[in-house]
C-alpha cells in the first residue's frame, strides 16, 4: 500500500510522514533535500539551476515510486513526484526560469515515467495559507530556505490547489492552519479517524470542504 503526503514548502509533511510511520507501522520515504546538490545554488540564482534542480528531483522520485511499486511493504511518502511535474516546475517555467524548450522536454520526460507507474492508494493534502507556512519555515531555520520569496510561495500555492481540484486518484484533504497535530494528540487522532475511514472502511467518512 502506497500513502502519499503531498503539500507546499513547510507544511508539515515530514512531520506527518514521522507520525503515520510510527502510528500504523508504515515504513517512511522521506524527502531527500539536505543532500540534493542543486538545491542551495538554485535558490541563489533559480534560472540558472532550474533545469538541473528539477531533474535531479525527477529522477530521484521516479526511483522511489519504482521502488515502492515493487515492495509489498505499506509506504509513506513525503513529497510526490506529480508535484514536482505539476506544480514545481510549471511554476519554475512561468516566473521565467525555466526555458520553453527545457521544459518540454521535462514534461515530456514526466510522461513517459508515469506511464510506468500508477497512483497512491491515498493521497493526502496538507493545505496550507502562506502565512503559516512562512511562519513554518522560519521556525525550522534550514538556511538555503531563508531566501524564498512570498511570490514564489504564492505561485507554488495557487498550482496546488489547481492540481487537487483536478486529482482523480483517493484523495484526503487536511486544513494544516486549523490543527497542530504535532503538539495536540485529538488533532492528529482527527487525522487518523479520516485515514481509517479511507484505507478500511471501519467508518462512514464525510468530506469536509473548505
Same mark, same amino acid.
Given at each position: ?40 545554488? &538554485? ?37 510526490? =513526484? ?47 495559507? =502562506? ?49 497542530? &497535530? ?17 484505507? &478500511? ?10
Amino acid at each position: 500500500m502506497h500513502i502519499a503526503i503531498a503539500g507546499n514548502i513547510g507544511c508539515g509533511k515530514t512531520t506527518l510522514t514521522r507520525m503515520l510511520a510510527k502510528r500504523y507501522g508504515w515504513i517512511p520515504k522521506y524527502e531527500s533535500v539536505d543532500v540534493n546538490p542543486y538545491l542551495q545554488d &538554485f535558490y541563489a540564482d533559480m534560472k540558472r539551476w532550474s533545469f538541473n534542480l528539477q531533474i535531479y528531483f525527477l529522477n530521484t522520485r521516479f526511483k522511489d515510486v519504482v521502488e515502492i511499486s515493487k515492495s509489498s511493504d505499506n509506504i509513506v511518502q513525503d513529497r510526490t =513526484i506529480y508535484e514536482d511535474a505539476c506544480i514545481f516546475a510549471p511554476n519554475i517555467h512561468a516566473m521565467g526560469n525555466m526555458s520553453d524548450r527545457d521544459f518540454q522536454t521535462y514534461q515530456d520526460l514526466f510522461a513517459l515515467m508515469m506511464s510506468l507507474v500508477r497512483k497512491p492508494d491515498l493521497m493526502i493534502y496538507l493545505r496550507s495559507s =502562506i502565512p503559516h507556512l512562512i511562519e513554518k519555515i522560519q521556525k525550522r531555520g534550514r538556511e538555503y530556505e531563508q531566501s524564498i520569496q512570498i511570490d514564489y510561495l504564492t505561485g507554488l500555492n495557487n498550482r496546488y490547489e489547481a492540481w487537487i481540484a483536478d486529482y482523480d486518484g483517493e484523495l484526503l484533504i487536511i486544513d494544516a492552519d486549523k490543527i497542530d &497535530f504535532e503538539n495536540q494528540p485529538q488533532d492528529f487522532q482527527s487525522i487518523t479517524d479520516q485515514i481509517d475511514a479511507r484505507l &478500511f472502511g471501519l467508518f462512514p467518512y464525510q468530506e469536509q470542504k473548505g
